[in-house]
């Protein structure tokens, strides 16, 4: 794999010379090009030490206007990144549409680290990988270009470059015990990096291999390559943009509609909506669960157990009383909630995905969706906001989202407070009727409870798709408010106790 | 996951005789357009015993015109089966374009079972289920549509549908006793099940989950979604079309051509193409591979062990001469030449891989290949037959195929056979004066050889990309045929003795 990146490929002084002024002017009209493009620009450097990763990122941001390009390294995780998901950090430097990111030491160094140092299998490399394969087409799948260079030197060369610098006093810092180190596993590193090239190399995100001997050839190489690829991926979106147009042309979307069978029970409809909870006995078990909540919140803060709670459900159905309920036994500065509406102006320069990664809080902490992630699936889906194609593919997206919160040892819980089409009628009509709730009544409502059954079905395609595990859903009968605040903070009581008892065991 | 296929849907006998008449006429004339169509459907079938897998499958073999619709099931693997990488069953099963493929029992169901059973690890299942990924991919990249239904049934209604199958004398044979140690294990299957449809749904290959407890419900929507996808997939595939002809506008391609850099050198320029071997020397070294080779070959045939030899490189390079001293050693019954020239009716029918996977022969045979699936990134990358994202996805198509046919132990060599442009200028001239020569020299050949630098920057792209540890390429310096002749008789030599050697340990 790497031989062809031991060739001693190199660039003159005059001819990088001539090709730098064109250039550069080349690559600055580019970003103001990007600027009103759809997508970010995504490049990830990595590859052996003294192969010249720093010095490229660093010519790449003299080179470039520096308001539209970011460059982020990643060193050991700090108290505040340990606290999320470990691809949180990640999430929260992705370049905004029109952005260029240049990435260093980035998702690729864990798992090529650990794996030479062995203290990570072959298959749990490969399973690091994977994760890799799935971030990086999550972002794919939404426009981002993703640009990845691999720096090779050979192990000869490698030695010749780090004692090079060393015996330059201005450069001499830069060469660290573990790039000898490394030099000394540079067998183990070369074929974990082959393992890790094969398993990344996508069409969406190919690894480029750049022969990093000679520092004008991988300039040359590094810039022409990253300003081909945008003006490419340019044009790419262009057509992109036509053929969603052709798509959406009448008549196509026509045969597309798949008609849900009529009259048969969905997941909602199979519950029993008679369950009620009354008077007292209603007090009872809110104060008993209340109190229960406190508590163990108490105990799930100290041992830095974060809680992740997630509210759906149709319109008036009650999420607001219901959080209200919960929070209620929180103390203020250990939970927030987090209402979904519209993206603001930041988000919508981000994947889909940005704006619920960046309110994970920290250990501890109980974060509250109302409404979430699932709009994509829901909304987006049933008023076509959004393609086919994207809300399809949104239900993996979720799971690992999801999948990825669990594995960091956080409580999840999702649900859909789920109320009969006469129960939201009738409650549509009071809020009419009382001044102060007629705010909270809205012709959006009303537009949306005439596709009630597009809705339901789209329910039931979420909960089949989303419905894990790891990750349930938990239907709640919120005809009545009492039974659904019980049973809500029940379940999150009961989901919080068995997180207390693994942390434990 | 499966809560949604619990709820009692059911279709009555009035409704789905009302339905049927006009789903049939719509299915087979649905069959008479996909005929022409260039995608293959792939429809795969799995889930709970007894929730109607096979029932479902006759009723589509019943509806439909059996002559364009192929019914696979799979059981223990044939010996043939086993001689070969575990996909090559699936991959000589695929249906050709414009054909439905059932597949049942397919390949969901080792990573599934032995899972539930404890003989594979979570990790090891997670790998399997990538290649499934993969191997879907692959196929889906290339136009195929793919469908995949669960049919579920809950512990409960799986119990009394067995126990109804064998009250009835008709349907006894079809419970078995594996149905009920299967059933006792429902939780364990269901979770992994619950895996399975997590990593491997899709939006190339959703997995549908099917209600399977009434016959006629699930019937009329496995029909329907069958019937709804060909609709769809049809109009998509138009849509691509137009997109392709869209791409390839002029203008388009202008600016997506990277330059390669010129006067670098390549991996082609760095081989020392002085070295000869001449004479006695010649005769001697060649004597002596060849008798080793004939020993080693009779050892690998008695331990099973096959092998795959393939050759690439310049016209002219010597090829065909070289195969011959290669086969001279071997019993004729014990290997095969498959030159690869343009693809059969057949072959152009199926997915590019196909016509490889086809050849791969049984255990302790030496199979041959004069050019080979690297046509995609050589020839039709340079000429423009395939698109830009067909010949880069293919790197990875192509190192997962090798990485199969390494897991199952066979050899692999690869060898691309490099010459000089001058060499192969005087090869040219000579094969033009040769009266019996003259007919291996084509108007192809020197049109060939002015795209010499594209070709060669191909080249360096494939080894970059395809050069492995498992699977490395042998860049062979063949301005000198005997030379050439002796380094691959060594080279296949010294892998068929490793490959012995860890047999053996």
């Given at each position: 794999m790497?031989?062809?990146?031991?060739?001693?490929?190199?660039?003159?002084?005059?001819?990088?010379?001539?090709?730098?002024?064109?250039?550069?002017?080349?690559?600055?009209d580019?970003?103001?090009?990007?600027?009103?493009?759809?997508?970010?620009?995504?490049?990830?450097?990595?590859?052996?030490?003294?192969?010249?990763?720093?010095?490229?990122?660093?010519?790449?941001?003299?080179?470039?206007d520096?308001?539209?390009?970011?460059?982020?390294?990643?060193?050991?995780?700090s108290?505040?990144?340990?606290?999320?998901?470990?691809?949180?950090?990640?999430?929260?430097?992705?370049?905004?549409?029109?952005?260029?990111?240049?990435?260093?030491s980035?998702?690729?160094?864990?798992?090529?680290?650990?794996?030479?140092?062995?203290?990570?299998?072959?298959?749990?490399?490969?399973?690091?990988?994977?994760?890799?394969?799935?971030?990086?087409?999550?972002?794919?799948?939404?426009?981002?270009?993703?640009?990845?260079?691999?720096?090779?030197?050979?192990?000869k060369?490698?030695?010749?470059?780090?004692?090079?610098?060393?015996?330059?006093?201005?450069?001499?810092?830069?060469?660290?015990?573990?790039?000898?180190?490394?030099?000394?596993?540079?067998?183990?590193?070369?074929?974990?990096?082959?393992r890790?090239?094969?398993?990344?190399?996508?069409?969406?995100?190919?690894?480029?291999?750049?022969?990093?001997a000679?520092?004008?050839?991988?300039?040359?190489?590094?810039?022409?390559?990253?300003?081909?690829a945008?003006?490419?991926?340019?044009?790419?979106?262009?057509?992109?943009?036509?053929v969603?147009?052709?798509?959406?042309?009448?008549?196509k979307?026509?045969?597309?509609?798949?008609?849900?069978?009529?009259?048969?029970?969905?997941?909602?409809?199979?519950?029993?909506?008679?369950?009620?909870?009354?008077?007292?006995?209603?007090?009872?078990?809110?104060?008993?669960q209340?109190?229960?909540?406190a508590?163990?919140?108490?105990?799930?803060?100290?041992?830095?157990?974060?809680?992740?709670?997630m509210?759906?459900?149709?319109d008036?159905?009650?999420?607001?009383?219901?959080?209200?309920?919960?929070?209620?036994?929180?103390?203020a500065?250990?939970?927030?909630?987090?209402?979904?509406?519209?993206?603001?102006?930041?988000?919508?320069?981000?994947?889909?995905?940005?704006?619920?990664?960046?309110?994970?809080?920290?250990?501890?902490?109980?974060?509250?969706?109302?409404?979430?992630?699932?709009?994509?699936v829901?909304?987006?889906?049933?008023?076509?906001?959004?393609?086919?194609?994207?809300?399809?593919?949104?239900?993996?997206?979720?799971n690992?989202?999801?999948?990825?919160?669990?594995?960091?040892?956080?409580?999840?819980?999702?649900?859909?407070?789920?109320?009969?089409s006469?129960e939201?009628?009738?409650?549509?009509?009071?809020r009419?009727?009382?001044?102060?709730?007629?705010w909270?009544?809205?012709?959006e409502?009303?537009?949306?409870?005439?596709?009630?059954?597009?809705?339901?079905?789209?329910?039931?395609?979420?909960?089949?798709?989303?419905?894990?595990?790891?990750?349930?859903?938990t239907?709640?009968?919120?005809?009545?408010?009492?039974?659904?605040?019980?049973?809500?903070?029940?379940?999150?009581?009961?989901?919080?106790?068995?997180?207390?008892?693994?942390?434990?065991?």
């Amino acid at each position: 794999m790497f031989e062809a990146a031991e060739l001693g490929r190199k660039v003159s002084r005059d001819d990088f010379d001539a090709m730098a002024m064109t250039l550069r002017t080349e690559l600055l009209d580019l970003q103001q090009r990007l600027r009103s493009a759809d997508f970010p620009v995504i490049i990830v450097f990595a590859g052996v030490d003294g192969a010249g990763k720093n010095e490229t990122v660093n010519l790449l941001n003299e080179w470039m206007d520096p308001r539209w390009i970011d460059t982020r390294a990643y060193g050991r995780p700090s108290e505040e990144e340990r606290e999320r998901p470990g691809y949180w950090r990640y999430w929260r430097d992705l370049p905004a549409k029109g952005k260029i990111g240049l990435f260093l030491s980035s998702w690729y160094h864990p798992p090529l680290v650990d794996r030479v140092y062995g203290r990570i299998s072959v298959a749990e490399m490969d399973e690091q990988l994977e994760r890799v394969v799935r971030f990086e087409k999550t972002l794919a799948d939404e426009g981002a270009l993703i640009l990845k260079f691999w720096m090779h030197l050979s192990e000869k060369a490698q030695k010749k470059r780090l004692k090079k610098l060393e015996e330059d006093p201005l450069t001499a810092w830069q060469v660290t015990e573990t790039d000898w180190k490394h030099w000394k596993l540079y067998n183990k590193f070369a074929g974990a990096a082959e393992r890790l090239i094969m398993h990344t190399s996508k069409s969406h995100a190919m690894w480029h291999i750049v022969e990093g001997a000679d520092a004008r050839y991988r300039y040359t190489v590094v810039l022409n390559t990253v300003k081909e690829a945008i003006l490419r991926h340019l044009e790419a979106r262009e057509v992109a943009k036509k053929v969603a147009a052709e798509m959406k042309k009448p008549g196509k979307a026509k045969a597309a509609k798949p008609k849900p069978l009529t009259g048969q029970p969905s997941i909602l409809s199979s519950l029993d909506m008679t369950q009620t909870l009354e008077g007292a006995d209603y007090n009872r078990r809110l104060q008993e669960q209340r109190g229960r909540l406190a508590q163990l919140h108490h105990r799930a803060k100290e041992a830095g157990v974060s809680t992740v709670l997630m509210f759906e459900g149709w319109d008036a159905a009650g999420k607001g009383g219901t959080i209200r309920r919960l929070t209620n036994a929180i103390n203020a500065r250990d939970y927030q909630v987090i209402p979904i509406a519209a993206p603001t102006e930041e988000e919508r320069a981000q994947h889909y995905m940005w704006r619920f990664w960046r309110h994970l809080s920290r250990a501890g902490r109980v974060t509250i969706f109302d409404r979430s992630w699932y709009g994509r699936v829901l909304v987006e889906r049933v008023e076509g906001f959004c393609s086919e194609e994207a809300w399809r593919r949104a239900y993996g997206e979720i799971n690992d989202f999801e999948e990825q919160i669990v594995e960091a040892g956080h409580v999840l819980c999702k649900f859909w407070l789920h109320i009969t089409s006469e129960e939201q009628l009738a409650r549509f009509t009071q809020r009419g009727e009382i001044e102060y709730k007629k705010w909270k009544l809205t012709d959006e409502d009303w537009r949306n409870r005439e596709k009630w059954d597009v809705y339901e079905s789209a329910v039931n395609d979420m909960v089949e798709q989303t419905s894990t595990r790891i990750a349930p859903w938990t239907l709640v009968e919120a005809n009545s408010k009492p039974f659904a605040r019980v049973k809500v903070l029940t379940t999150v009581c009961d989901a919080l106790e068995a997180a207390l008892k693994r942390k434990k065991g």
